[in-house]
C-alpha cells in the first residue's frame, strides 16, 4: 500500500510540471526610444516548487532598467550579463498564475523590433517552452515625458464642472444647472 501511496505522489508531481508553464506580458508592445517598459513573468501550474528562467535581448536596442521579484519562494536570485537577465526561485509552492518577477527595460535602439527570447526555462527541473516577447521601438524619442504650460495660464480658479450650465438638446434651449 505505502509502495503505491509514493507511485502515486511521484505520478501527480509529474503530472503537474508537465502541465506547468512560464508566461512574459509585457506592459507596452510600442514605446519611443528612452522610455521604459516593463515584462511580468507568471508561472502557472500545481505543486511548482522551483523555477528558472533565461532571458536574451539585444543590448544596442535593449538596457535591462530594474528588476525586481514578489517574493513568491523562500530563495529568489537575479543574474545579469550585458545581453541578458535569469531567474530562480526555489522552495515555494505555486498552484495558479503567480507573478513572480518584473523586469523594467529601457529602449535604447530607434526604428526597429526586437524581442526577449527564452534561452532556457524550467519548472521542478522540467524544461518547458515559453513565447518570445517582441518590442518595437519607434522611430522619435520622448526629451522630457512631464507635462508643460507654455501660455502660463493658472486654471486654479477656474469654476468646477458642477457650476457650468448644461443643456438638454430635447426640450430646446432651456439651460440649466
Not at 27 to 47: C, E, H, I, W
Amino acid at each position: 500500500m505505502k509502495e503505491a501511496v509514493k507511485i502515486f505522489v511521484l505520478l501527480s508531481l509529474l503530472f503537474a510540471t508537465a502541465s506547468a508553464q512560464i508566461t512574459l506580458e509585457a506592459d507596452k508592445v510600442a514605446l519611443p526610444k528612452g522610455d521604459v517598459f516593463n515584462v511580468s513573468v507568471y508561472v502557472n501550474g500545481t505543486n511548482v516548487g522551483s523555477v528558472v528562467v533565461n532571458i536574451s535581448y539585444d543590448p544596442t536596442k535593449l538596457s535591462l532598467f530594474d528588476r525586481m521579484s514578489y517574493k513568491v519562494f523562500s530563495e529568489e536570485q537575479f543574474k545579469t550579463t550585458p545581453n541578458s537577465v535569469a531567474f530562480v526561485g526555489i522552495g515555494g509552492s505555486v498552484s495558479e498564475k503567480t507573478k513572480v518577477a518584473k523586469l523594467s527595460f529601457k529602449a535604447i535602439g530607434v526604428a526597429t523590433t526586437t524581442q526577449l527570447i527564452v534561452t532556457s526555462a524550467a519548472v521542478n527541473g522540467s524544461s518547458v517552452a515559453v513565447s518570445p516577447v517582441s518590442v518595437t521601438i519607434l522611430d522619435y524619442e520622448v526629451i522630457n515625458s512631464t507635462w508643460r504650460n507654455p501660455f502660463a495660464v493658472n486654471i486654479a480658479g477656474m469654476a468646477n464642472f458642477a457650476s457650468i450650465p448644461v443643456d438638454d438638446p430635447s426640450d430646446g434651449i432651456n439651460w440649466t444647472k
